[in-house]
């Protein structure tokens, strides 16, 4: 995986994975933002240009709308107000000077990732869980920030139904490779917001309608991927109910910050999850 990675690279990285040797390629499909990165792509390469004919015609089966009523703000990250999702606000001074240090330098990525990164979480985002847009219940530790994700995730906008048709295009292109449904291995990650969705309803915490709406779009992606996986034959595998068990039981899966990937905890639930689907392999080369 790669910063800003997304379904179109998933899609050409498979055959570079082959002149590797792999024997199996895993695709990890994060509902967070790989739908706005498959439609982002295609809209900045040239090569990818005929990805936007996907968005010509609107042939997506019907999506169910969110009956809460909710709005969100432009821009993508209005909210919350803390600092490390401020260093991803594109255009920002800070933006700039991070994302070029990150790239070109492997000393500062490695120290954003094991020191900066966690020390400015520790240090402030704990004293912002009153951000306006931020949603912190006390009872829970975690900041989740729904409204951000609503952003990348609502299907009512054009640009997200266009990144549903072209992720349903580039699982048919790679469903044209040769051995494909036998060599991929695809895996659906949800967000924070999704796995905690029962445990918070279950502790009788009111959701903010942001909260809600966002994993209700969410589900009807992820309804339309499985969808779009089972059609082209590809095997596939659903954390969430793995993940949801654990919020239910007060597992630690994810650092209590504004950070949306899941800690060591909660990445060796999906590591062996993944393993086990491996090893069941059939077919597995020896």
């Known amino acids: 995986g790669m910063g800003g990675y997304g379904p179109v690279q998933y899609y050409y990285l498979i055959d570079e994975a082959r002149k590797m040797g792999a024997q199996r390629i895993v695709i990890a499909f994060y509902l967070g933002n790989d739908v706005t990165d498959a439609f982002g792509l295609p809209n900045r390469l040239e090569k990818w240009a005929f990805l936007r004919r996907e968005c010509e015609t609107d042939d997506l089966p019907p999506f169910e709308l969110c009956p809460v009523p909710c709005e969100i703000r432009d821009p993508s990250y209005w909210e919350p107000d803390l600092p490390t999702i401020q260093l991803k606000q594109s255009g920002s001074v800070l933006w700039t000077i991070h994302s070029y240090l990150r790239l070109n330098s492997v000393f500062y990525a490695m120290a954003y990732e094991s020191a900066l990164k966690p020390a400015v979480q520790a240090l402030f985002e704990k004293s912002r869980q009153i951000t306006p847009g931020s949603f912190a219940?006390?009872?829970?530790?975690?900041?989740?920030?729904?409204?951000?994700?609503?952003t990348t995730l609502d299907l009512r906008h054009d640009h997200i139904r266009c990144g549903c048709k072209i992720i349903r295009r580039i699982l048919a292109l790679m469903a044209q490779k040769q051995n494909a449904r036998e060599e991929l291995l695809f895996v659906i990650i949800p967000?924070?917001?999704?796995?905690?969705?029962?445990r918070l309803k279950r502790d009788g915490i009111e959701l903010p309608p942001s909260f809600e709406c966002q994993v209700h779009y969410e589900r009807e992606i992820s309804r339309f991927i499985a969808g779009e996986l089972r059609k082209n034959g590809f095997?596939?595998?659903?954390?969430?109910?793995?993940?949801?068990?654990?919020?239910?039981?007060?597992?630690?899966?994810?650092p209590r910050s504004g950070d949306h990937h899941?800690?060591?905890?909660?990445?060796?639930?999906?590591?062996?999850?993944?393993y086990k689907a491996l090893s069941l392999d059939p077919i597995r080369k020896q």
């Open 191 to 198: 967000t924070r917001e999704n796995i905690y969705h029962k």
């Open 262 to 274: 899941p800690s060591a905890a909660g990445y060796a639930l999906i590591a062996a999850q993944i």
């Open 235 to 254: 095997r596939f595998i659903d954390v969430q109910p793995q993940m949801e068990e654990a919020a239910l039981q007060n597992r630690t899966i994810y």
């Open 137 to 150: 219940p006390a009872s829970l530790g975690l900041i989740f920030t729904p409204s951000m994700n609503l």
